[in-house]
């Protein structure tokens, strides 16, 4: 499918899901989530000093909890539908914001818009509600994290139970987001039905911590694969994540040296790292005697070759 096909059938598609949710109950109301840490340019029709100006009313900052914040980079939710007592969608916002979020799906400068959400909770309170969830607890101490970026949401859902990942959600009914890839996700609730409050201290795994630990390393890693035009895993977080750790058992430490080895893993044939040529690179980075590529790279043609895999059946093409 080529690229305006898709991009076309992704807008239709996240149209209708918000339309049909909305229309549900006069009580449901459709928000896109914009993220200033990853601005758009001033002039830009998403811009927030643009929104001020057309739809002030429709803006809802959403409050962090670091009292040394700037309120200029609070998140913001933008009301999509409900506008000037309208229940339907208001077509311009969804199309401005679908628009951005494809231009930027795959940007290292990260996503500006983060998602598109359905709750039936009032706008202050649903971003009341948003900012209390950017605060997790890890070992007993309060953790700022941005959950809500779409890289991170996606590790998020590959490590949390149905009821941690509900219990997150709270208020939201449904939550959709565009991948690097082009292919709009649901991340809504699973399995159990909604669950109200955030989760207890301590309910969030080790497995959740140690994939957002790894979440901008991982994003590089995304970001380089899109570079080089290779084929994307259709689970490009948890697979990336996976390859990350795969890279610190063997003890890699590096940057560059973990972000080689997942390139690799996501790329090459699934038994590369068992070569005992690779073994012995591995080995000599961990020791310091040069970045893994480097060694590598001095590794014979027909090393080099068998190392090569055929297409995998486990990924798509970006």
Known sequence: MCSDESRIKGYRKLHSRLSAAICQSSAHRAFVLLDPNHPVAEGHPLHLGELESRVEDALVAIPRADSLSDPSRWPCLLALSGLEGRPMLDEALMSESWRCAYERKASINGAYVSGWMVSDASPEMLAYWMGQRLVLFRGGKKVLLPVFEPYRLGLAMSTLEPRQWNAWLGEIRDWF??????????????????????????????AFWQAQDRSKQGQRVLCALVKSGARIPKDYERRINNALEQAERHGLRH????????????????????????????????????????????????????????????????
């Open 177 to 206: 987001f565009l991948d690097a890839v082009g292919r709009l996700r649901e991340a809504g609730p699973r399995g159990a039905e909604r669950v109200s409050g955030l989760p207890s201290i301590g309910t969030f795994p080790t």
């Open 255 to 318: 940057m560059e040296d973990t972000l080689v080895y997942a390139l690799n893993e996501l790329t090459l044939s699934p038994d590369w790292h068992r070569h005992p040529a690779v073994q012995h690179c591995v080995v000599g980075a961990v020791a310091g005697e040069g970045r893994l590529a480097s060694l590598m790279a001095a590794l014979s043609n027909s090393v080099l070759d068998g190392l090569v895999d055929k297409p995998r059946p486990d990924v798509m093409a970006k």
